[in-house]
T-cell receptor, first 118, second 110 residues
Framework: EAGVAQSPRYKIIEKRQSVAFWCNPI?????LYWYQQILGQGPKLLIQ????????DSQLPKDRFSAERLKGVDSTLKIQPAKLEDSAVYLC????????????????FGQGTRLTVV | LAKTTQPISMDSYEGQEVNITCSHN???????ITWYQQFPSQGPRFIIQ???TKVTNEVASLFIPADRKSSTLSLPRVSLSDTAVYYC???????????FGAGTRLFVKA
């Protein structure tokens, strides 16, 4: 079974530039997540999609971050304009379903995109 | 949302059993306990999930006492390749405002 695919693996940009990350989840997974992981910290959820609808984006800095999942499959995360503090690994994950009463809804993560803002 | 507390780091030797305990005093009735493993330059990987008592799979065991205010991940006979960060999560798996703490850095020595 193919895993979660992300691209690019690495990206270096200057502050105030824009950048986009792409994610292809595991086939059949309705739920897709974007996480931000700063060096030395655990991943922080930015946004969660169920099919092509947003379930939770409360921790997404909406003044500069945006995400979409137009056809309920692939997703893109964009940062515009980037700041130095956006340097992190951006992880995409997917799961069959989600919810507090659904055991086995573990998330499968991609390898992430390491972003460096200089 | 239930907050979790884990040791920052642990050392072990190859072949030993490692137990990592996680405290989650304000766990809700409907919350599950999930553990993930993360190697450098990789995304986290699901290890095990449980609700109460004991759960075992091919990789680890998860012990949860009756009050569910803590849980212990047990890794039998660790090897060098088990060196990683281990995260304890409480709530719905993989989303629903999942909160990853700083995790426990396990270092297995030869």
């Amino acid at each position: 079974e193919a895993g979660v695919a992300q691209s690019p693996r690495y990206k270096i940009i200057e502050k105030r530039q824009s950048v986009a990350f792409w994610c292809n989840p595991i086939s059949g997974h309705a739920t897709l997540y974007w996480y931000q992981q700063i060096l030395g910290q655990g991943p922080k959820l930015l946004i969660q999609f169920q099919n092509n609808g947003v379930v939770d984006d409360s921790q997404l800095p909406k003044d500069r971050f945006s995400a979409e999942r137009l056809k309920g499959v692939d997703s893109t995360l964009k940062i515009q304009p980037a700041k130095l503090e956006d340097s992190a690994v951006y992880l995409c994950a997917s799961s069959v379903a989600w919810g507090p009463h659904q055991p086995g809804t573990e998330a499968f993560f991609g390898q992430g995109t390491r972003l460096t803002v200089v | 949302l239930a907050k979790t507390t884990q040791p920052i780091s642990m050392d072990s030797y190859e072949g030993q059993e490692v137990n990592i305990t996680c405290s989650h005093n304000n766990i809700a009735t409907n919350d599950y306990i999930t553990w993930y493993q993360q190697f450098p330059s990789q995304g986290p990987r699901f290890i095990i999930q449980g609700y109460k008592t004991k759960v075992t799979n091919e990789v680890a065991s998860l012990f949860i006492p009756a009050d569910r205010k803590s849980s212990t991940l047990s890794l039998p006979r660790v090897s060098l390749s088990d060196t990683a960060v281990y995260y304890c999560l409480v709530g719905a798996t993989g989303g629903f405002k999942t909160i990853f703490g700083a995790g426990t850095r396990l270092f297995v020595k030869a």
